[in-house]
Structure formats: C-alpha cells, structure tokens
C-alpha cells in the first residue's frame, strides 16, 4: 500500500484518502479476524492463565499460583524437554535430508518427476495416519522387529517405540519421514533458480562439486532455508495429533508434548487455568525464540542489512 | 484413562507381568495375546474384601412419537438386557453383565469374582471419577504411570508425588 501511494502523484490529503477507502474496506474482514480472533482469543488466555478457573471461565485472579503449579508438574516439565529435543533433532535432520534428496534430484536424474512425488508424497498424510502407519511399523510385536526376527534373526532387537529413553526418537524419524519432502520441494525450487553460468565459472576454477553446494549454493539458498526453518518450527510447536496416534505420551509419561498437556487440561481434565498457564509458557517461548530472527529480517536498519 | 490403549497393554504384557484390570481393551488384547486369566495373570480385586469399582455408561433413548419407533426402541432395549446377550457380549469386552441375576459361571474368573462382588452392596464402590475432579484424577493418573514406567523410581519418591499432586489439584 505504501509502494502504491509513492509512485502515484497525490494532488492532495482528500485524494490520497479516497484512494485509501477500497483497500482498506478489503483489508477490513482480515485485521478483524485477525485482531478480535488471533490477539483476542491470546490475551484471553492469558487473561485465563491467572485465575481459577476449572471447567467454565472464572474472572477471578490468584496471581502467579498455576504457573506454580506447572513448573512443580513432572508432565509438563518433561514435555518442554521432549519437545526441546525433538524440535532440534526434527529440523535439523528436516534440512539435512530435504537438501541432499533436493541436490539428487538436481542433477537432472531420469524420472525426476516420479522421484519428486515419491519425496513429496508422505506430506499429503495427516500426521494422524502417519503417526498410525509408523506405530505399527515400530511396533515390537507386529512390526519391523518382528518381519526380520521371521527372515531368521532372532537377536536383532528394535523396540524404541516401548523404551522411555528412546521413543521421542522414534517421533523424530516418523515427523522427519513426513516433512523432509516439503524442505526437498522447497529448496530445489531455490537450487533451479540459480545461474547456470555460475555452475560454468566454478567448472573453469576447477572446484569439486561439494564444495561448490557446500560454499556457494547453500548461502545462496538462504532464504529458502529461512522459510524452510520456520514451517518445520511451526511443525514443531503445534506438535499434538502424531503423538497421540503414535504414542498417547507413553511408555509412561516419556513422549508427553506441551500442546497435548494443553489439550488434556482443556478437554479431558477440565482445567481451563492450568491449560491456559501452559499454553502461556508455549506462546512466551515461541516468542522469545522467534524475535531475534524477526528483528535480524524485519527492523534492522536498513543500512546494515548485506 | 487416557493410558489404558491397546498400545500399552502390549507393552504391559511385553515388559512387566500382566496386571488384570477392569478394562474393556486390556482385556481385547490380552485374549489376542493368547492368555487367559487364572493361568498366565490373575485377577485383583480393591482391597482385601474384594470391592468392585463401579463406573457405567448410559443408554438414552429420544423420544419418539412413531409406533414403530418405539416398538424398536424396546426390542432394542430387551436385546441389549438378554442374558445370553450379556453373558455373550461381556465375555468378550472383558467386563461383567449389567444385571446380577444371571448365571456367570461360564465366564472367565476375572469375572466371576466381580459379579459375586457386585452382589454385595457393601462391596460396591464408585469409580475414582465419582469422587473427585477429572483435574485430580489426571494428575494422579500422571503419577501413577509415570511409577510404572519408570523401573528406578523409589516407593517413596512415588507417595511424595502422589501426595503432591493432591495437594495440587485437590
């Protein structure tokens, strides 16, 4: 809108509002819902967070008591660990993988197009059904451990899914089998915008292949990156329906997730004000690691960005 | 229960003996695990006396002005109370007839302790869920499953947990 007015020539204040009136009425519907629905319905949880409610609403106010109580939860404590690593396994493997399938499938192999479906495909699934295919196939009894048990080796043994230390492990190789295609999609779509003749100056210096990915093409691809990192972090606080498909939080409390704690609270143990403390925590979190990245992209001076 | 899913009853039986609760799909996988209970795992009742934790659900029926209807309404209603249907039905859910005045000892011993049990008023008890809040009951549960799962927990750890999650929640 701004870009808009700039290049037109306002004759004068009256005109530049006329101008204003259609965007703004189109505009409208969108900052409202944003405003009254988005923002309202977080500081209404927030608001939530310092009474008493249970099952209804209550206004009341007991100042910092279900924060308390959520740092003294063993769940919820567990939760921010579990998600802290699966978040940090998650994207970085996310990245990893989707960059090496997007590199494969850049040089200009047969049946890219099948290929690219195939690495695409498990990103159509809900999380539900991938989270349901990957318990059975983890499953000791039914799955994996069990098919090669049958082809004759009794010993070999993978049972993560049942092993507190190891099932949020098991949660990252299913999100990952899920979402690497996404991160292949987009960074290939980065790596055919770049220049073929910059593949043919660094063929006349005679540098290896790797390095050039490695030093020239993954700086290239950092926005790319960037937008890959943020949907995959999305992923990663809104964490829920894989969990409960795969694992309802167990073996005991070992894969709990802060978004299925605020759940529960909400809907099964009908505790509205220690499900809006918790779901607090998760929103105070996000913010605090998403503003140094907005700050970098958005509000730096001008001047000092390269 | 959020944590009595068929997944962790194979982990029961998988990595600790086989506990018999009252619970519909425990009971599913474990007949599909091939036990049977008196041999492979035996049935604890509450307490000494053998109580029987009561819980239930409901059966509403709309009111309907058809004839018809209703004529389906009760030949539903009658079915669903025959004995042979609830000796049937709850052989296989793993529970214990709606009414105590059938014969259950065709049924397995799981159930046929708790039938007797049902019997006795005295021994009648309600479901944790009648006493105390769904926010309690989830917290307890927490603990509790965190115990089972958790093989280096010490008792006492576990009843300082419990008594804290009652405070907390009480």
């Known amino acids: 809108m701004s870009k808009a007015n700039a290049s037109s020539a306002p004759t004068g204040p009256s005109m530049r509002w006329r101008r204003k009136i259609p965007a703004a009425v189109a505009l409208a519907p969108a900052a409202l819902i944003v405003i009254v629905i988005y923002i309202g319905a977080m500081l209404w949880t927030v608001r939530l967070s310092f009474s008493s409610s249970k099952m209804l609403p209550v206004f009341d106010f007991v100042g910092w008591q279900q924060y308390e109580r959520l740092s003294n939860t063993e769940r919820f404590v567990l939760s921010t660990w579990n998600i802290a690593l699966f978040g940090v396994l998650f994207i970085v493997a996310c990245l990893i993988i989707g960059f090496l399938l997007a590199v494969f499938i850049d040089q200009n192999v047969r049946f890219e197009d099948a290929f690219r479906t195939i690495f695409l ?120 329906d894989l969990v409960v498909a795969m694992t309802k939080g167990g073996p005991g409390l070992a894969s709990e997730v802060p978004a299925k704690f605020i759940m529960d609270n909400f809907f099964e143990r009908s505790n509205l004000g220690l499900g809006s403390a918790a779901a607090s925590v998760l929103l105070v979190t996000v913010v605090a690691l998403l503003s140094p990245w907005i700050y970098a992209e958005h509000l730096r001076p001008k001047g000092a960005r390269k | 229960m959020s944590r009595c899913t068929g997944f962790s009853t194979n982990e029961t039986l998988l990595w600790r003996c086989g506990r018999c609760e009252k619970n519909n799909r425990r009971q599913k996988t474990t007949i599909l695990a091939g036990q049977t209970p008196g041999k492979e795992y035996g049935c604890a009742i509450v307490g000494a006396d053998g109580g029987y934790v009561m819980g239930g659900d409901v059966f509403v029926f709309p009111k309907v002005k058809d004839a018809n209807g209703q004529a389906a309404q009760a030949e539903l209603e009658s079915l669903m109370l025959d004995p042979a249907v609830q000796i049937a039905f709850n052989k296989k859910k793993g529970s214990i007839p709606a009414r105590t005045d059938l014969d259950v000892s065709s049924m397995d011993q799981c159930a046929q302790k708790g039938a007797a049990a049902v019997k006795d008023p005295a021994k009648q008890l309600p479901a944790a869920s009648y006493l105390i ?38």
């Open chain 1, 121 to 240: 495909y498990p990103y159509a699934m809900s999380f539900i059904v991938t989270g349901l295919a990957w318990q059975w196939f983890l499953h000791p009894e039914l799955g994996l451990q069990k098919a090669v048990r049958d082809w004759g080796f009794t010993s070999f043994s993978f049972g993560w899914i049942v092993q507190p230390n190891r099932v949020v492990y098991t949660l990252v190789i299913a999100a990952v089998w899920q979402a690497s295609g996404l991160v292949m999609a987009i960074l290939l779509a980065g790596l055919r915008g770049i220049d073929s003749e910059l593949w043919k100056a660094t063929r006349i210096d005679a540098i290896p292949t790797w390095r050039v990915y490695v030093s020239i093409i993954l700086p290239m691809l950092r926005p790319m990156l960037v937008t890959a990192s943020v949907l995959l972090a999305v992923g990663v606080a809104k964490l829920y």
């Open chain 2, 133 to 170: 809040s769904n926010d309690e009951n989830g917290a307890l549960n927490d603990v509790i499953t965190q115990y089972l799962n958790t093989p280096s927990e010490s008792a006492d750890d576990f009843v300082a947990k419990f008594a804290a999650a009652v405070k907390a929640s009480g």
